[in-house]
Nanobody, 125 residues
Framework: VQLQASGGGLVQAGDSLRLSCAFS????????MGWFRQTPGKEREFVAA????????YLADSVKDRFTISRDNTKNTVDLQMSSLKPEDTGVYYC???????????????????WGQGTLVTVSS
C-alpha cells in the first residue's frame, strides 16, 4: 500500500486549497481514511476522517466550519478541501489509512497503519 499526498503550497490567509491523497493498492473502499497535520515542535494532530462507507465525515473542531473531507472509491482518492485558511493551519499534512477493514467504530478509535509522505501547507498572514 502506498499513499501519495499532493496539493500543498503557499497561500494567503483566507485562501482555499485542496489536498488530494492517492491510494495505490487493492480494496481502498474497505478502509477508513484520515488526514492529520503536524507543525514543528508540536504533536501530530487529527484533522479529518471519513469511514469506508463515505456516508459521514468527522472533522476537528478547529477546522469544522472550513474544511471538508471526501473520497472517491472509483479513483482511490481522498481529498481535503480547505477554505478560509488561517496561519495556524500551516503544517505538513498527512493522509493515512485505517488499519481495519469495514471498521464501524468512530475515528477516535481507529488505528492507522499506512501513511503518506506529507504535503506542506503554508498560510501567510
Amino acid at each position: 500500500v502506498q499513499l501519495q499526498a499532493s496539493g500543498g503550497g503557499l497561500v494567503q490567509a483566507g485562501d482555499s486549497l485542496r489536498l488530494s491523497c492517492a491510494f495505490s493498492g487493492r480494496t481502498f473502499g474497505a478502509y477508513g481514511m484520515g488526514w492529520f497535520r503536524q507543525t514543528p515542535g508540536k504533536e501530530r494532530e487529527f484533522v479529518a476522517a471519513i469511514p469506508w462507507s463515505g456516508d459521514t465525515t468527522y472533522l476537528a473542531d478547529s477546522v469544522k466550519d472550513r474544511f471538508t473531507i471526501s473520497r472517491d472509491n472509483t479513483k482511490n482518492t481522498v481529498d481535503l478541501q480547505m477554505s478560509s485558511l488561517k496561519p495556524e493551519d500551516t503544517g505538513v499534512y498527512y493522509c493515512a489509512r485505517g488499519r481495519r477493514r469495514w471498521d464501524s467504530r468512530l475515528p477516535g478509535e481507529w488505528e492507522y497503519d499506512s501513511w503518506g509522505q506529507g504535503t506542506l501547507v503554508t498560510v501567510s498572514s
